[in-house]
């Protein structure tokens, strides 16, 4: 049941800020009729992707600037979705240059981008004119078939 409402969180780039950005992606993804597992997945790319800003964009300065947009979007065969906007204004990098580290470097960490890539079934930086970094993301619920 997509509706029509935007949400937009406005938060500081400070881990504390985590939590309350996970809770309005549940709860968004919860009233769109997604299922747990697929909440689950769209919160997590959410999360990395604060992580990465935080750590790279803004090399872990805690008092700079995000806004993350949510809005529902409907697939072309119906199925309901939520599109993600991540903003900030951190150092920009060149969109192609933006990959996860060789998976056969086992070691913690360095993961944000791959699971990005395999949660969402959309994922595109991009480099704005005013400055900073831009990820858009696109997460559809699974068909209940495939679910069972």
């Known amino acids: 049941m997509a509706s029509d409402y935007p949400i937009s969180l406005n938060i500081m780039s400070s881990p504390r800020s985590l939590p309350v950005v996970r809770a309005a992606v549940e709860q968004m993804a919860a009233m769109e009729g997604f299922s747990k597992k697929d909440c689950h997945g769209l919160v997590l790319a959410i999360d990395e992707a604060l992580a990465n800003v935080i750590k790279h964009g803004y090399e872990n300065r805690h008092d700079q600037p995000i806004t993350i947009s949510m809005e529902p979007q409907t697939a072309p065969d119906g199925r309901c979705g939520i599109s993600v906007v ?63």
Do not use: F, N, W
């Not at 960490?109 to 696109?138: N, W």
């Open 86 to 148: 991540v903003r900030d204004r951190g150092k920009q990098v060149d969109p192609s240059a933006i990959s996860g580290r060789d998976l056969d470097d086992v070691r913690p960490g360095g993961l944000g981008v791959h699971l990005i890539k395999a949660l969402m079934d959309e994922a595109e930086y991009s480099c704005p004119a005013e400055g900073g970094m831009m990820l858009r993301m696109v997460k559809y619920a699974t068909p209940e078939a495939a679910e069972s």
